[in-house]
């Protein structure tokens, strides 16, 4: 999803999609071209692929997941080329020239409040109808071994609130929307963009649950402080005015302070489900890049279109060692961390209630 710093980086290079057609036909390769059908160059870098059956037991699991963890559950991702994403929703809805992007700006909320507002509606009754994946549940399961050491997420779809609503952060009081600025435990699922099944006073920075059916407009005063004008969905945008806002004041920066902290500590930091299409996601690699230590600490990008995303991130950073990709789904992949067959009765039962 958008955030502010997404909207905030400048000056990222976008390789061209044309470019990785002859890398991706290599790794497609049959196995007998040897090693060197797994390891393409972009730029000063390399980008190997990593076999699913190659990954060891990790007892210290740093997650960062975006929407290919929950597009299995029929939420529509972002950026994919064609109609469905929400990028081409928008941008067809609105007819805006270039990219649907654009409507998730800031300044196209703010000139545009109601319309936006109709389609974060729009989004939010999609989410409604969605159940937790099965990377969703192996997650539940990593944190319930006592292996995951948190899972930022940048999806708004709150899908692991149903398998586990304990393990969100930030938290909120139960009496009021405030937003409660405790570190978050080992094993949170970490909100990085916001819900957009919760809605947020601009002025008060309470929180509320969406009401459902969502009304057409959030023009009604707020509850708690009577601001007009101010209640919106609690999601980032781009070039986003209200953080404090939307995350709660002095959470934006907890987030990232331990996201860089959870890096030194983590065996394996897995990036699952990111194309690196949008600068957010390149800008929380570099993070984590630079505060992980070397040799200790594993990075991962697993997608099924692993290579493109290696790539991706590859060519927007400047580090000098290459990037391991996994070509799995979120599923294959978080499935195998848990090495074993585990019974997910307990969990399904959980997002039943």
């Not at 405030?178 to 006073?201: F, M, S, W, Y």
């Not at 690699?285 to 594993?298: C, D, H, L």
């Amino acid at each position: 999803m958008a955030g502010g710093s997404d909207g905030n980086t400048t000056g990222v290079k976008r390789p061209r999609r044309r470019a990785f057609k002859a890398c991706l036909q290599a790794l497609q390769a049959p196995d007998d071209l040897g090693e060197s059908s797994n390891t393409l160059t972009t730029g000063s870098q390399q980008t190997t692929r990593v076999p699913l059956d190659a990954l060891p037991h990790y007892s210290h699991v740093l997650l960062v997941t975006g929407a290919g963890v929950s597009h299995p559950a029929g939420v529509p991702t972002f950026t994919d080329s064609g109609k469905q994403a929400w990028y081409g929703k928008a941008k067809k809805k609105f007819k805006l020239s270039g990219s649907g992007k654009r409507m998730f700006s800031y300044a196209f909320f703010a000139k545009y409040r109601d319309d936006a507002t109709s389609f974060f509606n729009e989004m939010a009754k999609t989410v409604r109808r969605a159940t937790p994946t099965e990377a969703h549940k192996s997650v539940a399961h990593l944190r319930a071994a006592g292996r995951l050491l948190r899972n930022y997420t940048l999806n708004v779809d709150n899908l692991d609130a149903l398998v586990d609503s304990q393990a969100i952060y930030p938290r909120r009081c139960d009496t009021s929307g405030t937003v409660l600025t405790k570190l978050p435990k080992r094993g949170d699922v970490v909100q990085l963009h916001g819900n957009v099944l919760e809605t947020v006073c601009e002025t008060c920075s309470t929180i509320a649950t969406l009401a459902y059916p969502p009304p057409p407009n959030l023009s009604a005063p707020c509850s708690a402080c009577g601001a007009c004008d101010s209640v919106r969905h609690r999601i980032m945008l781009y070039d986003e005015k209200a953080e404090e806002a939307v995350l709660g004041a002095g959470v934006g920066s907890t987030m990232m302070r331990q996201l860089a902290e959870d890096a030194k500590s983590a065996d394996v930091v897995a990036f699952v489900g990111l194309s690196f299409e949008q600068s957010a996601s390149v800008e929380y690699y570099r993070k984590v890049r630079r505060a992980a230590i070397p040799g200790a600490t594993r990075l991962l990008v697993v997608n099924p279109d692993g290579g493109l995303a290696a790539s991706n991130v590859a060519s927007a950073t400047s580090f000098d060692t290459g990037v391991e990709y996994v070509d799995v789904t979120a599923d294959e992949f978080l499935a195998h961390l848990l090495n074993k067959d585990v019974n997910l009765s307990m969990l399904d039962n959980d997002a039943q209630r």
